[in-house]
């Protein structure tokens, strides 16, 4: 077995840019690619990196970290580096990429002279950032919020406890019209499929709906509403897991227009 944790290379681009989506021919997916490529590229000379995991020249998983002040993550602290996200393929599952890849990032946080690393996981029954991984490779809960955690590994004692951001969002109505907030970021393939969506949708009303966007990628959006990805109809909060899909957004707008009525 030859296994190779790198930092992205060109020919790593479209594997991560569609978040191992790759030939699947889905329009939405292929279009974020680049969207979320050229903001990967844009940031790394803040200190981001996209450690890719090549394993007998096929790609097995990478993960992204990123320093502290201009992640994405509602993770409040100072000089840690953050890990939004970590892929290990399935059917690698009993190769440790996962594990490997996290001491690459391990590696990076201590290269760029940082205190700790840390990341957002999650105590739910699904693939997606498993808190209980990330606690049996060494990682320790500094804060949890309902079904959400803060978990970190700290390399200095000197390190600050990360903390989640407070959220701070206050619905703003405007008579007449259906307002639509939409928190999102490019970072996600996710949230970015997702906006585009929403955008797609809202369009259909015309001067009905007003549409306000906030990107957490945006550090000063960030820290103001505290909030990654999240989507309000007239301030009632629609649930978000995969990408929303456009009926239910439909049925959110046509039910808050009936009682405007």
Not at 39 to 46: D, Q, T, V
Not at 50 to 62: E, N, T
Not at 106 to 113: L, P
Request: charged share 30%; glycine share 6%.
């Amino acid at each position: 077995m030859s296994l190779i944790i790198r930092d992205m290379e060109q020919e790593d681009e479209y594997y991560v840019g569609t978040c191992t989506h790759i030939n699947e021919n889905n329009i939405e997916r292929e279009e974020s690619c680049p969207r979320r490529i050229s903001w990967l590229r844009s940031m790394e000379k803040y200190g981001l990196k996209v450690k890719v995991a090549i394993l007998d020249r096929v790609h097995a998983g990478f993960l992204y970290i990123i320093p502290i002040e201009i992640s994405p993550l509602p993770i409040r602290g100072k000089e840690l580096m953050v890990v939004p996200c970590l892929v290990s393929e399935s059917k690698f599952s009993k190769k440790s990429i996962g594990k490997k890849l996290i001491k690459a990032a391990e590696q990076e946080t201590k290269s760029q002279i940082r205190k700790g690393l840390v990341t957002i996981g999650f105590f739910w029954d699904f693939w997606f950032m498993p808190a209980d991984y990330f606690l049996n490779i060494g990682f320790k809960i500094a804060e949890k919020r309902g079904q959400e955690a803060i978990l970190w590994k700290q390399f200095d004692q000197s390190a600050e406890i990360p903390h989640f951001r407070k959220e701070n969002y206050i619905f703003k109505p405007i008579e007449g019209k259906i307002v639509v907030d939409l928190f999102w970021n490019t970072f996600c393939l996710t949230s970015d499929v997702e906006a585009q969506r929403v955008r797609e949708v809202v369009s259909e009303y015309g001067k009905n709906i007003i549409l306000n966007e906030y990107s957490s990628v945006d550090q000063e959006m960030l820290q103001q509403y505290g909030i990654e990805r999240r989507i309000y109809v007239n301030g009632n909060v629609i649930e978000v897991g995969p990408e929303i899909e456009k009926s239910e957004l439909r049925g959110a707008i046509k039910n808050a227009m009936k009682k405007l009525n």
